[in-house]
């Protein structure tokens, strides 16, 4: 008896391992990246540089992972006797949030050499919400140029934060702005310990490149179209981030085209497989599109006033029309952002081999890590 009851329990096991190894396989893929920045008064270059080229960097993550849940998040840090210790946005898939918190930094205080390095770092590892699971690609840059402060009794060291980030299969890489040997010494040390690479670049973070495009007019114009497919919906506050999202666009544009330009491609290579023409939800037709939301079960307090006086069947109607209203203008765009994506490539290959700079060195650890 024991030996069928045995046998009967080998195969049921047999007929299981397929079943759990089908879902293994269609678990979709995620890649988070957190950046640990000094934002004293002598990182101010390199964080210009930075608000400048987010966007080329999350589409850097987009090329190498097309289907991947993307999130970012941010430790900005100081010192003791500064404005702040540490500030941090959590990892999330809202990178236009993300962005508005970026642009918001502002390089000050500093004064005595070391800064907070050891606790930002531990906020990074041990306080975000790191997904766990073996389909998560887990990244973080410490970005900074002083070494850190070992004599706060408070802190956990970098090397106690670094073991548990190799248990969490969080890869740290260091980069570091200026040469200085202090610096250089620890900043080897954290980038070994956390398994990432160690990235010299000049004190403001190197020449970054901003290169115009033809396309890019066109491929605002286009973006400001789609953001006029969006639906605002749900509780207020959340309406009204929406509405400020659809304009963020616009005012990037007035500043700084190509960095407009860089937004809308990555929008546009994430709506693909999100729907969204906004990051962080809120908007009706990106979430019905992508069946994250049922119309009918939405409360009618919490749908925009040009819906709420509709029949449901004319609400249905109305977001199917902006549905396909949004599919069609996201095709164009792609063609557009593709011939954009050609036109850079070209671009770059024509140039001389530049100095490392903050955003090349970012993407380029990016591409090389996420291929593992």
């Known amino acids: 008896m024991k030996r069928i009851t045995l046998f009967r329990a080998l195969i049921l096991a047999a007929l299981a391992a397929p079943l759990a190894f089908q879902s293994t396989a269609q678990a979709k893929p995620a890649v988070e990246v957190a950046f640990v920045l000094d934002t004293t008064g002598s990182m101010s270059g390199l964080i210009e540089g930075a608000k400048r080229k987010i966007w080329s960097i999350a589409t850097a993550i987009v090329d190498s992972n097309p289907d991947a849940d993307i999130r970012m998040g941010l430790v900005a840090y100081r010192d003791i006797g500064d404005d702040y210790v540490t500030r941090s946005v959590d990892l999330t898939s809202d990178i236009q949030d993300l962005y ?55 802190d956990t060291k970098y090397p106690t934060t670094l073991a ?54 066109d491929i605002i114009i286009l973006q400001k179209e789609i953001n006029g497919t969006v639906i605002p919906y749900g509780p207020a506050p959340l309406q009204k981030r929406t509405e400020n999202k659809m304009r963020q666009l616009s005012e990037v544009a007035a500043a700084a085209p190509a960095a407009a330009s860089d937004m809308a491609s990555y929008l546009n290579k994430r709506a693909a497989t999100s729907s969204e023409a906004v990051t962080g939800g809120g908007d009706l037709v990106g979430d019905v599109a992508a069946g994250r939301q049922k119309l009918g079960d939405i409360k009618i307090a919490e749908l925009p006033d ?67």
């Not at 890489?173 to 900043?187: E, P």
């Not at 069609?328 to 070209?346: F, G, H, P, S």
């Open 100 to 154: 508005a918190r970026l642009l918001d930094l502002q390089a000050r205080g500093g004064g005595d050499w070391p800064e907070s390095v050891n606790e930002a770092l531990d906020v990074a590892v041990n306080k975000m919400r790191w997904s766990s699971g073996g389909e998560t690609r887990r990244i973080v840059f410490l970005v900074g140029d002083a070494p850190p402060h070992m004599d706060y009794a408070q």
């Open 164 to 217: 548990v980030a190799r248990q969490k299969d969080i890869i740290v890489n260091a980069v570091q702005a200026g040469s200085a040997q202090d610096t250089a010494r620890i900043w080897h040390a954290i980038a070994e310990g956390g398994r990432g690479r160690y990235i010299p670049i000049p004190q403001d973070g190197g020449q970054v490149v901003i290169i115009e495009t033809p396309y890019d007019d």
């Open 306 to 372: 040009s819906l709420r006086a509709l029949p449901a069947e004319q609400r249905a109607a109305r977001i199917d029309d902006q549905i396909s209203k949004r599919q069609a203008l996201n095709i164009k765009l792609a063609a557009l952002v593709k011939q954009r994506d050609e036109y850079l490539r070209a671009h770059r290959n024509k140039q001389p081999k530049q100095a490392s700079s903050f955003d090349r060195e970012v993407e380029a650890t990016l591409k090389a890590q996420l291929q593992r």
